[in-house]
């Protein structure tokens, strides 16, 4: 009866799995009462189930650790953020369910910042979805336009998530490595770019969308324009969509500009571009995000977000949209947050890089985001008695974390499989951090040449 | 992109492979159409059949174009809300439509918020732990130890999701392949038929059926059964789960233990996964008892429970639930979700979880919000059905939830019958109501699926989780209408 209805599935493994829990559970049922629940998971999230942030966080929970490694700043938000939602959670008023699109005083403000922006009229109801983050905006506009037949290029390194919400949309995730141009070490994240030739190679009739991370996470790579001609030129060719994670887009440093691939012509029709309020305004506990794009791809995302959580929180839409509206209105003032954070962390970047570099290391250092990586592989830390199958990096960092009490995040960790090789010996740096921490960082690598030499 | 539409002749057989198929293309609006006309000689297209037409669109189309939107999409994009909210939003003075109160959470949580937020430690505004903020699990595994009779570990056996509905979202999500049905009783909480059908399930209805109450009595929900022969008969091997809402949403039935245990021994039987929504789960009246099923033999092990912060605390745009059950189903929800939003909001959860903590020590004392807020709703209850009652409108006395349902047959003359209109009669009352009368309502119709909309066509759903002077503004409106009618 149990095999029989399996019959579409693909019958070798599955009908081996049903004869064992047969079996089982026959042993069960005579053993006592209670059957244990012998249905799988679904198919979508075979395989998925591991998470290496599961693993790093705990490790790194550990208050005696100098944690530079999830990237959350451990610096207050800016005072009249935190008032904001203050205010917001006193107002009696806003305590119930708001529009499950988004809370209309944030999807309007959102409409004005981002028009501004984009040099278009953007549509508050129509071209924008307030979700859980900008992860649910991810997962939003995967589950609304991608799905089983489709290929999806990814460009390596890659913020992790990318690749298991393509495959549970049952997808095939592409893979394209970002690449360093000079023979040797490279200093700078704009030393890594894409061979044009090899992306154009990755596009075919089956490719659905490319996944677009500018400013790049983990290598802080902020595109350039002619780089994203290339890619718009390739989206229009192939009649591809464009998804453009750019939630590090404020923070840019001295000599470069965020260009939103949205505004390049032929790109607006085909581009989601995705915004996150925790990196926007450093709390990535209000985990709200967006997606801005043309109303005849939005409105399939709005379709998933109302099959899926339907509205976000009310008090945090209403803090965010208050806060919105102050940045918005002194976008032409320096003091506008939008700039006053890209210009704290600057020097929270350099001062990162010269500790890494006063170690001895060779940091890339970023254009862009607040994060940067670095190769380890001149400490000549020998991990080879450990275990032997896992990446380099993934034992470096472990190592590092109890031994040096210093945690970070390995880079292959971003990659797909067969370019976990290339970036094994480089491991992520998180530096939106307050100066007491990079203080605890900086002993710790001081005296880490002490301890080898 | 160009977009093409398959056109399917419905109900026409499928042999595999070969069969005699006509092909045309078309432009229709600037869209690429194919027109597939098929052989007709039987009734049915089965399963198979379904999935290799659509394989064989598939191929056709990926040469040409397709739709720029997945296909799970399918059927799920309509929703009523939407178009109900914006009516009220326009239209209504007296809002009794959608489920929310419209007085304020309990001081203690909103003081819990302010508190949580005011402190010195700004981390609150940072990442949390994916699976649920420490201490809310924590103290939610306490609360239901007590309450299930068994242990807990915070960690596996509880996760916190971004709503109740995000809890059903995983719960399908993780457990529900294409070809598996999960059965739905109507009437039901409509993102139920929507979440199945995106997963690529087959839902499958089985109706409350309503008893004509003893002489004199006013209708009850509990006169609403299930029909023991017809809901076993919904049982098969394909059977994934079925979802349970007690107490449900709109009736305001709470399941008696015998029904459950009819429940249960179906769910054992056949070896089912028990999807129970249990987010009204305070709200009962008049000195009734809500069980879990997950208490009942055999059923620990594959029940998960859903519960709701905000109908617990009446704050239902703070968006926290959760999830309980063991971690043997628990792992695969927290796989969908570290795939899909992965944290929730973290200031929230810290809030709720303060909000527990004064809950547990008080639990069962007069000064719990438990108790309180249940014997509040009940007069609240009570004073609806009494003016809806004096209207001339027959109200279900509802033994749980803040929802109520009520019969408008003797207002039918306001709303005349349209004979083929797609739109279920209680709907279109509804509409007109509140354009007309400033009342907002939910028609029944709205809790069944497309088949079974025009069963009971002549209820509306009220909320009554509001202030007296709203709820006196709704009797103002009922008795007025009462007047016109009597005196016309």
């Known amino acids: 009866m149990l095999l029989a209805s399996r019959s579409f599935c693909c019958l070798g493994i599955r009908t081996y799995q049903l004869q064992t829990d047969l079996f089982s559970r026959s042993i069960k049922l005579s053993a006592s009462a209670t059957m244990a629940f012998r249905h799988k998971n679904a198919r979508r999230i075979e395989g998925l189930e591991s998470n290496m942030w599961v693993e790093f966080t705990k490790m790194a929970a550990d208050p005696s650790i100098v944690n530079l490694g999830q990237g959350f700043p451990d610096i207050s938000p800016p005072n009249y953020v935190k008032e904001e939602l203050a205010k917001a959670s006193a107002d009696d008023r806003l305590n119930q369910y708001t529009r499950g699109f988004g809370h209309p005083s944030l999807v309007k403000v959102l409409s004005q910042v981002y028009g501004r922006v984009c040099g278009r009229k953007v549509d508050p109801l129509t071209d924008i979805l307030v979700t859980v983050g900008a992860y649910g905006s991810l997962f939003s506009t995967i589950q609304a336009l991608i799905e089983e037949g489709d290929e999806v290029i990814i460009i390596e390194p890659f913020y992790d998530c990318y690749e298991p919400m393509v495959k549970m949309a049952g997808a095939k995730p592409v893979f394209i490595p970002l690449r360093y141009k000079n023979n040797g070490n490279s200093a700078s994240s704009a030393d890594w770019v894409l061979d044009p030739a090899e992306l154009a190679d990755k596009f075919n009739s089956k490719t659905k969308a490319i996944i677009l991370n500018t400013p790049h996470n983990p290598i802080g790579k902020v595109f350039t324009r002619e780089e994203l001609q290339v890619i718009a030129d390739l989206c229009i060719k192939h009649d591809t969509l464009c998804i453009s994670d750019e939630v590090y887009e404020w923070l840019v440093y001295k000599g470069n500009q965020h260009i939103k691939i949205a505004t390049l012509p032929g790109m607006w029709e085909r581009t989601i571009t995705i915004g996150s309020a925790g990196k926007t305004y450093s709390v990535t506990g209000w985990k709200l995000g967006w997606s801005i794009g043309p109303q005849n791809l939005i409105k399939h995302l709005q379709v998933v977000h109302q099959n899926m959580l339907y509205t976000c929180s009310t008090p945090l839409q209403e803090a965010l949209a208050q806060a919105f509206w102050i940045d918005y209105k002194r976008m032409d003032d320096p003091d506008c947050y939008f700039y006053s954070l890209s210009r704290e962390l600057e020097s929270k970047r350099d001062r990162m890089a010269r500790l890494l570099q006063d170690a001895g290391l060779k940091p890339v250092v970023p254009d862009g985001g607040y994060f940067m990586i670095v190769d380890v592989s001149t400490l000549n830390v020998d991990l080879s008695d450990v275990d032997a199958k896992q990446a380099y990096d993934y034992k470096f960092v472990k190592w590092m974390i109890t031994s040096k009490k210093l945690s970070a995040i390995p880079v292959s960790a971003f990659c797909g499989s067969e370019t976990k090789r290339q970036f094994e010996k480089y491991i992520r740096f998180c530096f939106i951090k307050k100066d007491s921490t990079l203080d605890a960082a900086e002993v710790i690598l001081k005296n880490w040449n002490k301890q080898t030499a | ?488």
């Not at chain 2, 009794?96 to 005011?118: H, I, M, N, R, W």
Request: net charge neutral; hydrophobic share 40%; glycine share 6%.
């Open chain 2, 1 to 488: 992109m160009l977009k093409t539409t398959c056109l399917l002749i419905p109900k026409l057989p499928l042999g595999l492979p070969g069969f005699e198929a006509a092909l045309s293309y078309s432009k229709v609006g600037g869209e690429n159409v194919v027109n597939i006309s098929l052989d007709t000689s039987e009734n049915s297209i089965n399963m198979k059949g379904r999935k290799s037409l659509k394989l064989f669109c598939l191929s056709l189309q990926a040469k040409m174009s397709r739709p720029v939107q997945s296909r799970r999409l399918e059927g799920v994009d309509k929703n009523i809300w939407v178009e109900f909210v914006k009516l009220a939003a326009t239209y209504s003075t007296v809002n009794l439509g959608q489920g929310f109160p419209d007085f304020p959470p309990p001081d203690f949580l909103k003081e819990a918020l302010v508190t949580a937020l005011s402190g010195e430690n700004h981390m609150l505004h940072q990442y949390t732990r994916a699976f649920g903020h420490p201490p809310l699990v924590k103290i939610l595994a306490q609360l239901f130890e007590k309450l299930l009779g068994q242990e807990l570990d915070p960690m596996t056996n509880v996760m916190v999701t971004v709503g109740a509905y995000q809890a059903l979202f995983c719960c399908f999500q993780a457990f529900v392949d294409e070809g598996d049905e999960v059965i739905i009783i109507e009437p039901f909480f409509d993102c139920y038929e929507q979440m199945v059908t995106m997963a690529g399930g087959t839902p499958v209805f089985v109706p409350l059926r309503p008893k004509a109450p003893e002489n004199g009595k006013m209708m009850s929900s509990a006169d609403w059964k299930l029909d023991s022969a017809e809901l076993a008969s919904k049982f098969n091997e394909r059977t994934k789960a079925i979802v349970l809402n007690s107490p449900n949403n709109p009736l305001g039935k709470v399941f008696s233990r015998g029904e459950l245990e009819l429940i249960a021994d179906l769910c054992v039987k056949h070896d089912v996964l028990c999807i129970s929504d249990e987010v009204y789960e305070w709200l009962v009246y008049d000195g009734k008892e809500h069980i879990r099923i997950a208490s009942l033999p055999g059923m620990w092990d594959r029940t998960v429970i859903i519960g709701s912060a905000g109908k617990t605390f009446s704050a239902t745009g703070w968006k926290v639930g959760w999830t309980v059950g063991p971690n043997r189903l628990l792992q695969h929800i927290r796989t969908v979700h570290q795939n899909s939003v992965y944290h929730c909001a973290t200031a929230a959860q810290e809030a709720v979880a303060q909000g527990f903590q004064r809950e547990l020590m008080l639990y069962g004392k007069p000064d719990s919000y438990f108790v309180q807020l249940p014997k509040e709703l009940q007069k609240k209850r009570d004073w609806l059905v009494q003016s809806l009652d004096a209207a001339g409108m027959k109200p279900i006395i509802p033994e749980g939830t803040y929802f109520l349902l009520a019969d408008i047959s003797n207002f039918k003359s306001d709303v005349p019958d349209v004979p083929n209109s797609d739109e279920p009669y209680d709907s279109r009352f509804a509409k007109w109501m509140v354009k007309n009368k400033g009342l907002a309502a939910i028609p029944l119709s709205a809790f069944y699926c497309g088949a079974h909309k025009n069963n009971y066509s002549h209820f509306i759903r009220f909320c009554f989780a509001k202030e007296e002077a709203t709820l006196k503004a709704a009797n103002d409106i009922l008795q007025k209408w009462k007047q016109e009618k009597t005196s016309s």
